[in-house]
């Protein structure tokens, strides 16, 4: 019997966390002795009392209070609230298949040098806003290698959403950096596969994400994933992955081409040209990843909202902690979504 524990961070999700749970209480759970933690940010709209009047019913859910109020905290609590064999990280917006854990159990039964793995993302959209935001987050052109997004690729890859962990891989690479407020699944599979492990996705195993997204939200939470990543790249001494810099690097080619072109006119049509392709590239990719008919021009604004948050986010951390030495400012802390 392979103990497995599931450790959910979670703040004000009165309107998900028991579809989640019952998400969870469904699985197959042949051959698993499974915990469930929430850990909850002390919630103010009733997401404890649904928690509590579930582990009620269900001996394998328990509640642990986070006040700290940040995922990587919730993370670690979770995980270290019980003993476990395979620990699993889950959002309290997501409702896993119920075949998601046996199948991540087999993959890293069946293959030693695995230390996690996960599944593809489905996203639910709540409004058509954010489906078409959900279509530019699905789509290589709006997010690269997310793998586990695209479904372009099965197989080993560098990085998860809700991923299944050996024990010894915390044991070895220790816990989620508890100084990040962004990235800290992805700096955490950094140091696994750092550390030699593979991560794998599986496109058989399944998870769908209750999507609010608006564009001022989608705004906020890339600018801070791009600000966070330098701070990530900072404490590593290196660049975590390639497609993190190709915003940034957008970025420069805007700004400096423009002002070149303003200085030498021949300058100029090589710098419209290259804002011409990337024009083009953007309503291409938003015309085949657009949910509906019409609804192209809405997936082109959430490209370039992406593309241009993370890069002004990256220059922001590279400008804060490159460049004055300094740490993260508080208000910077502030969880958006």
């Known amino acids: 019997m392979k103990r497995v524990s599931i450790s959910i961070h979670c703040r004000n999700e009165a309107r998900y966390i028991e579809a989640c749970l ?13 915990a469930v933690v929430v850990c909850d940010g002390m919630s103010e709209d009733g997401t404890r009392e649904i928690v509590q009047r579930m582990a009620e019913q269900h001996a394998l859910i328990r509640l642990v209070d986070n006040p700290h109020r940040t995922t990587p905290q919730a993370l670690n609590l979770g995980l270290q609230a019980v003993p476990f064999d395979y620990g699993m990280i889950l959002g309290a917006h997501a409702e896993v298949a119920p075949d998601y854990a046996r199948a991540c159990l087999e993959a890293l039964e069946a293959d030693d040098s695995l230390g996690c793995a996960g ?20 789509h290589p052109f709006g997010v690269g290698g997310a793998h586990f997004r695209t479904g372009a690729v099965a197989g080993r890859v560098d990085t998860v959403a809700f991923g299944v962990y050996r024990r010894e891989v915390f044991e070895r690479v220790g816990w989620f950096d508890e100084d990040l407020v962004r990235n800290q699944d992805d700096e955490f599979n ?34 801070q994933y791009g600000y966070w990543k330098v701070y990530v790249n900072i404490k590593h001494g290196t660049v975590t992955t390639l497609r993190q ?56 604004r959430a490209y370039w909202t992406l593309h241009a948050a993370y890069g002004l986010g990256y220059f922001k951390g590279a400008w804060r902690f490159m460049l004055l030495r300094g740490k993260p400012e508080e208000h910077s802390k502030a969880l958006t979504r």
């Open 119 to 138: 599944g593809l993302i489905e996203n639910l959209y709540e409004t058509e806003e954010a489906r078409a935001i959900g279509a530019a987050m699905a």
């Open 190 to 223: 950094f140091r696994v596969t750092k550390a030699g492990y593979g991560i794998l996705l599986l496109p058989q195993a399944k998870a769908r994400y209750h999507v609010r997204a608006s564009f001022l939200r989608l705004y906020r939470q890339y600018f």
């Open 22 to 34: 019952q998400s969870i209480v469904a699985m197959d759970r042949t051959g698993m002795d499974l």
């Open 245 to 300: 810099v190709v915003p940034a690097a957008w970025i420069v080619v805007l700004v400096l081409g423009g002002l070149a072109g303003l200085a030498w006119p021949v300058a100029r049509w090589p710098y419209l040209g290259m804002v011409g392709l990337y024009v083009l590239a953007s309503c291409m990719a938003a015309v085949k990843a657009a949910p509906g008919p019409g609804q192209w021009p809405s997936v082109v």
